[in-house]
């Protein structure tokens, strides 16, 4: 009878141990070696970071296509590394979590220093591979608020405008409607500092996939603008809640 549990702890301690190693190998894996001898596209994963209002924590936002597999988390260890050698990323083992109810994706990680980021995923047997994203969660924390012009002249169409360029190093806007419970209605882009529901006139990226449906007088919508920096950090956020009228 001792022998026998002996052998199941000994058994359980095996599997303990195999999987805390398997945890280590994982998370030790460099991007370099991951793609070694795989196609690859880089910047075909739309994807920023912001810092959180609240907590300070870095959120990683990214637009995964139809289909896309395996999603990936990368980082540096610090932000003087050269972002353009995969050696220096490693992968973290973040859960990612569902933003506007899994349109999007968002890792959300603490981190004391500033780094560089690459989401990854697998798609039509391609690794798929964002731009480097630059924290700045210390040197520039995002700043969210609710500065938003909401033009209403038209009717059903809202007219959304912001100041341009509020925070310094702005490269491009990304602009979400979303409904009371917060399923996207429209992704768009825009140099811009203005965007019309819908009006595709001036976007220079839409990952909208299905015709937007029309606006519900006296319903609730929310509007999110994210105001992104050259090396992917979202320097600014807008949050509004608002009622078509």
């Not at 480097?132 to 809202?158: A, F, G, H, L, Y």
Request: hydrophobic fraction near 35%.
């Amino acid at each position: 009878m001792n022998k026998v549990k002996y052998i199941i702890i000994s058994f359980l301690t095996l599997v303990s141990c195999s999987d805390s190693s398997d945890d280590v190998a994982l998370s030790s894996i460099t991007l370099e070696s991951y793609i070694k001898g795989r196609t690859i596209e880089t910047g075909a994963v739309i994807a920023c970071a912001a810092s959180d209002k609240d907590s300070g924590e870095i959120l990683t936002f990214y637009y995964p296509k139809f289909g896309a597999l395996n999603v990936r988390y990368y980082e540096t260890d610090k932000v003087e590394l050269d972002n353009n050698d995969f050696s220096n990323y490693t992968r973290r083992l973040l859960n990612s979590t569902p933003f506007f109810n899994g349109y999007l994706g968002k890792f959300i990680q603490e981190s004391v220093n500033e780094k560089w980021i690459i989401i990854t995923y697998e798609l039509d047997n391609e690794i798929k591979m964002s731009n480097p994203i630059r924290t700045k969660q210390i040197s520039k924390p995002t700043v969210w608020n609710e500065d938003v012009i909401i033009d209403q002249s038209q009717s059903r169409m809202p007219n959304f405008s912001w100041q341009d360029n509020a925070f310094g190093d702005n490269a491009i806007y990304f602009q979400v409607v979303s409904d009371a419970q917060n399923n996207l209605l429209s992704g768009t882009y825009t140099l811009d500092n203005h965007f019309q529901y819908y009006d595709t006139s001036n976007l220079v990226l839409n990952i909208t996939t299905k015709t937007p449906p029309n606006l519900i007088l006296n319903n609730t919508y929310n509007f999110t603008l994210m105001d992104v920096s050259i090396d992917n950090w979202v320097n600014g956020v807008i949050l509004k809640t608002f009622k078509i009228e």
